[in-house]
Structures are given as structure tokens and as C-alpha cells.
């Protein structure tokens, strides 16, 4: 016998999600994490209590807003860490991260920035007046004690 359809009632369906979190691919981390939260019932502030991480960062982390957090290393942290208190796959949330976050980065790596006339005849002429600046009074200075004496 083959079953074409299954009927699940919704209370069972909630208790599968319980006890069998998982990552939906076409949602965002932020979405994500926050579905997964508001399941279990935790509040975004009992979370920061218990992993220790400032309540600011969950927050960016639910908003998918990456540029907030210090750097890419305290998101991927995090992120391990905020799906690990909630009982999610932090592999999978990270894979999810890496496929939202490449594409913007994919975006910006074909592209050169020269930088322009003005700034490298600034930084030229920097140079030069701190060579005179600097070199001209240290080197009158040495060769004044360093000279022998009459």
C-alpha cells in the first residue's frame, strides 16, 4: 500500500519541532535562530544570560545584521554558540551563514581599487619632507659629536 498523504495534527507537529529542531534552508540565520527561540519559548534576554553574550549581538544575529558584530569570527562564534543553547545543528546554521554572506563578498572581489594620482603624490611627497625633517637635523647633530676635534 502506498500513502499519498499523511495528516499530522498540529500538536504533534509542534512536538516534532521540539524535539527534532531543523534548519530550513530558504530561511535566513536570523529567521532561523529566532524561529527556534520563539518555539521553545526562551526569551532573546535569557539567551544572553546564559551563553554571555551581550544581548546586542543576539539581536544583530536574529536581524541578519552581520556588520554590527566586532568581526567574522565573533559571528561564527556566536552563532555555534546561540544554536547549540537552542538545540540546532550549528553546522547547518553556519552552512546557511556562509551561502547568505558569500555572495556579498563574491561581489567585491573582482573589483580593484587603484588609488588615485593625488594620493600617491601625497604620500611621495610625505616621505620626502619627513626624510628632510627628520634625516637633515639628525644628521648635522651626529656629525657635529662625531667630528673629530681639533
Known amino acids: ?34 524561529r527556534q527561540r520563539e518555539t521553545q519559548k526562551v526569551s532573546l534576554e535569557r539567551i544572553a544570560k546564559d551563553t554571555r553574550i ?51 563578498k563574491n561581489d567585491l572581489r573582482g573589483t580593484i581599487v587603484k588609488p588615485s594620482p593625488f594620493t600617491s603624490v601625497k604620500n611621495h611627497l610625505l616621505d620626502l619632507l619627513t626624510t628632510m625633517v627628520g634625516g637633515t637635523p639628525n644628521y648635522s647633530v651626529t656629525k657635529s659629536f662625531l667630528r673629530p676635534k681639533d
Not at 502506498?2 to 529567521?31: A, H, N, Y
Not at 561564527?76 to 543553547?85: E, P, T, V
Open 1 to 34: 500500500m502506498i500513502f499519498t498523504s499523511i495528516s499530522i495534527s498540529p500538536e504533534l507537529l509542534e512536538l516534532i519541532k521540539r524535539v527534532i529542531p531543523m534548519v530550513d534552508q530558504r530561511m535566513t540565520v536570523g529567521q532561523n535562530l529566532r
Open 54 to 104: 551581550n544581548p546586542a549581538f543576539l539581536q544583530a544575529l536574529e536581524e541578519d545584521a552581520f556588520e554590527l558584530l566586532p568581526a567574522e569570527t565573533y559571528a561564527l562564534g556566536f552563532i555555534r554558540c546561540y544554536c547549540k543553547h537552542i538545540g540546532l545543528n550549528p553546522e547547518e546554521v553556519l552552512g546557511v551563514y556562509r551561502n547568505q554572506v558569500e555572495p556579498s
